[in-house]
């Protein structure tokens, strides 16, 4: 039981990281020498490495948004199974935990669609942000489907 | 006696020491307006004095990326004069009040063409050393988003729905509990009263087992609840 629930929470803690990096590292988009999105537009070339502001667009600011509310949702999925691992009944099931869970993946997916639809044609690539957005994705489905399953039985 | 005060005050400030402080001239820092609309840009000023007859506004324009600035709005001997000749011909319109220290001019029609810088002066004589002050216009044809304003909108109105689904469980958890409780109170009151009415021995004894029973009940149903 101690091993099955020390794993859950190894995986549950990669989901997080997984999260903080796509939505923290601006590399949605890369060519060579620049890449852009989420958070700005860097540029390295002879004279440096310059870095301006993403654009204002309203479909950029959406994916932002829904990029933070799914790290915040797993974070406090954390909180909630740390809490609910010592205070839970024996034989209960972890709902908060996975309610939290499932909705930030929800809210990945809706990001990674949303950029994906909307990002202008372009000969650019997707940057390595953009994959481990996609990856997070099934990663949280599974893992907040692991905790409606989980039953406490110390 | 407050009158008296207020008028001492008053003239005191008129009769400040000559020289000792400059005029202020506040207009706004940056402005930004639709093609089409019309924009109201205001100027007032500070001065240690009261405000002279001869006070006088002179407003000027100098476009994006020219060196010369051009009149389009006086204002002196207490009447207005706005533009004739120049790019604002017709377009100007002098809307403040003098005697408020307000010489704010009203832009009518806005285009492309008037992005540029807009300079206040203002003299309220023998106070005339002042450093004249400049707001800049910024046309569009689209007002663009502010950075941050989607995503902090979205972001507030989710965490609020929680914050309120949360408040609201809690509320109805409280609530069935407590209508629990009491409801179990009044049968074992009913019961008290029946009891007390046909016998009445034994019945304050059984009162206080009663009540912890009915209290024991509501936390039998706040744990399962916990379960969750």
Do not use: Q
């Given at each position: 039981m101690l091993l099955i629930l020390l794993g859950v929470l190894v995986f549950h803690l990669i989901v997080l990281i997984l999260l903080i990096v796509s939505t923290a590292s601006s590399t949605w988009t890369v060519a060579t020498g620049v890449h852009t999105d989420l958070w700005y537009n860097c540029k390295s070339d002879d004279q440096g490495y310059h870095c301006l502001n993403a654009s204002n667009e309203d479909w950029i600011q959406a994916v932002q948004a829904l990029m933070i509310l799914s790290v915040i949702f797993c974070f406090t999925s954390l909180i909630a199974f740390l809490y609910q691992l010592f205070?839970?009944?024996?034989?209960?099931?972890?709902y908060f935990t996975s309610i939290f869970q499932l909705f930030a993946s929800v809210f990945v997916m809706c990001a990674a669609i949303i950029y994906t639809v909307m990002r202008?044609?372009?000969d650019k690539q997707y940057g390595y942000a953009y994959v481990l957005a996609w990856v997070a994705f099934p990663l949280s489905l599974i893992s907040g489907l692991v905790y409606l399953v989980l039953r406490k039985k110390d | 006696m407050l009158r008296v005060l207020a008028l001492a005050s008053v003239v005191l400030l008129g009769i400040a020491p000559e020289g000792s402080q400059a005029i202020s001239i506040y207009t706004g820092w940056e402005r930004h307006a639709l093609v089409g609309s019309d924009i109201r840009l205001s100027c007032s000023f500070f001065s240690w004095?009261?405000?002279?007859?001869d006070v006088s506004f002179s407003w000027s324009y100098r476009p994006d990326g020219s060196r010369e600035s051009i009149a389009i709005a006086h204002y002196a001997g207490g009447e207005p004069y706005t533009d004739n000749?120049?790019?604002f011909k017709d377009r100007v319109e002098f809307v403040g009040n003098p005697k408020n220290r307000d010489g704010s001019i009203l832009l009518k029609n806005l285009d492309l063409n008037d992005n540029g810088t807009f300079t206040c002066d203002a003299k309220n004589p023998p106070d005339i050393v002042g450093r004249p002050s400049s707001v800049r216009l910024l046309v569009f044809e689209q007002l663009p988003i502010q950075a941050g304003v989607i995503t902090g909108a979205i972001i507030g109105v989710v965490l609020g729905l929680l914050v309120l689904i949360v408040v609201i469980y809690y509320l109805m958890r409280f609530l069935v509990a407590r209508r629990v409780f009491s409801l179990s109170v009044s049968k074992h009151g009913k019961k008290k009263k029946e009891g007390s009415q046909q016998r009445q021995g034994p019945a304050p004894p059984a009162d206080p087992s009663k009540v912890k029973a009915a209290a024991s009940e509501k936390k039998k149903l706040e744990s399962r609840k916990d379960k969750k």
């Open positions: 205070r839970l009944v024996k034989g209960g099931r972890f202008p044609e372009s | 004095r009261f405000v002279s007859d000749k120049g790019p």
